[in-house]
């Protein structure tokens, strides 16, 4: 019941496409959804995280969709652009970021240039 | 935005040796820093949850013997592998909490 389920593992766009990443949950207690990016040999860095009372968030050509009722959750990333080829991981935790984290496995995106 | 570092970046090791990390808050207090091990190509796995003046909670299938931890101060977390063998050779992340977790840059580990 812990666990957030990610796909696709690995994801290839073209260069000003919109690369899409799903995530889903099991425990209703989850209250808190970041998503983060990381590159090879580097620690993630967030990019933007949502709380269940709203079903989208914007920043930028990030958005997060939420849907609470089928407890999935999805990153989109519009005019995708070479260097936001990364990894990607989902998350949640009880509590706004305090609190333990559960990671997704991970998609790696490639965007072609 | 909030800095988190770890030292070293990278280190290797002979078997059987102990290993020290660690991991500070650049511009801000952190009462609770997190420790992850990451695996090539798989995802972030909490080890343990550092509370300032207290004892590190661990998580389930960690041994606290194995991965000491110590967050004397609210800038300051070290983990430390003791007695490392081959198959603790990972990439291990801390995280401080300030609202949200910021990540430090990880260390990776090799043990020979």
């Known amino acids: 019941q812990q666990q957030v389920k990610q796909s696709p593992q690995s994801l290839i766009v073209q260069k000003g496409g919109i690369s899409i990443i799903n995530c889903a949950y099991e425990n209703t207690a989850f209250d808190y959804f970041p998503w983060y990016q990381q590159f090879p040999g580097k620690g993630p860095a967030l990019l933007i995280a949502?709380?269940?009372?709203?079903s989208e968030k914007k920043e930028g050509r990030f958005t997060i969709s939420f849907n609470k009722s089928a407890k999935q959750f999805s990153l989109h990333i519009m005019d995708s652009q070479p260097g936001d080829s990364a990894t990607y991981f989902c998350a949640a935790s009880q509590g706004w970021g305090a609190q333990k984290l559960v990671f997704g496995q991970g998609t790696r995106l490639t965007i072609n240039p | 935005g909030a800095v988190v570092s770890q030292h070293p970046s990278w280190v290797i090791c002979k078997s059987g040796t102990s290993v020290k990390i660690e991991c500070r808050s650049l511009?801000?207090?952190?009462?609770?820093m997190f420790w992850y091990r990451q695996f090539p190509k798989q995802s972030l796995m909490l080890m343990a949850t550092s509370n300032e003046g207290s004892k590190a909670t661990y998580e389930q299938g960690v041994e606290k013997d194995k991965f000491l931890i110590n967050h004397a101060s609210l800038t300051l977390s070290t983990l430390t592998v003791t007695s490392a063998h081959p198959e603790d050779s990972s990439f291990y992340i801390c995280?401080?909490?300030?609202?949200?977790?910021?990540f430090g840059p990880g260390t990776r580990l090799t043990v020979t």
């Open positions: 511009d801000f207090q952190a009462t609770t």
């Open positions: 949502i709380r269940p009372d709203v």
């Open positions: 995280s401080a909490r300030a609202g949200v977790q910021y």
